[in-house]
Nanobody, 127 residues
Framework: QLQLVESGGGLVQPGGSLRLSCTGSVVPLDRHVVGWFGQAPGKEREAVSCIGTSGGRTTFADSVKGRFTHSRDNAKNTVYLRMNMLKPDDTTVYYC????????????????????WGQGTQVTVSS
């Protein structure tokens, strides 16, 4: 079965850091964009950060620019989201998703442009 597996979430104090990982099980990721989406209770999913096939192109939500970095290791079929200087407003469930199409000149950020989703990992920032 095609599957994306997220890890690295948890409870952290404000100002702390976490590193989220997303690994494809059987699913190849190297020719797809990969995105991290947040979904707060009662809200629609929105892109936190998305990364191009080689890792050179990235997008970030305005709220996380300068604090988060996105990278990937295609040899390990894994992408990483490093989250620094975490704030309580960063608290949400983070979902990893694979883009619907192979390749592409741009990095999509809309949820409907992704077709395979992980089950999410909870990040809670609290003192």
């Amino acid at each position: 079965q095609l599957q994306l597996v997220e890890s690295g979430g948890g409870l952290v104090q404000p100002g702390g850091s976490l590193r989220l990982s997303c690994t494809g099980s059987v699913v190849p990721l190297d020719r797809h964009v990969v995105g991290w989406f947040g979904q707060a209770p009662g809200k629609e999913r929105e892109a936190v950060s998305c990364i191009g096939t080689s890792g050179g192109r990235t997008t970030f939500a305005d709220s996380v620019k300068g604090r988060f970095t996105h990278s990937r290791d295609n040899a390990k079929n894994t992408v990483y989201l490093r989250m620094n200087m975490l704030k309580p407003d960063d608290t949400t469930v983070y979902y990893c998703a694979r883009g619907s199409t192979v390749g592409g000149a741009s990095v999509p950020i809309r949820p409907n442009e992704y077709d395979l989703w992980g089950q999410g990992t909870q990040v809670t920032v609290s003192s």
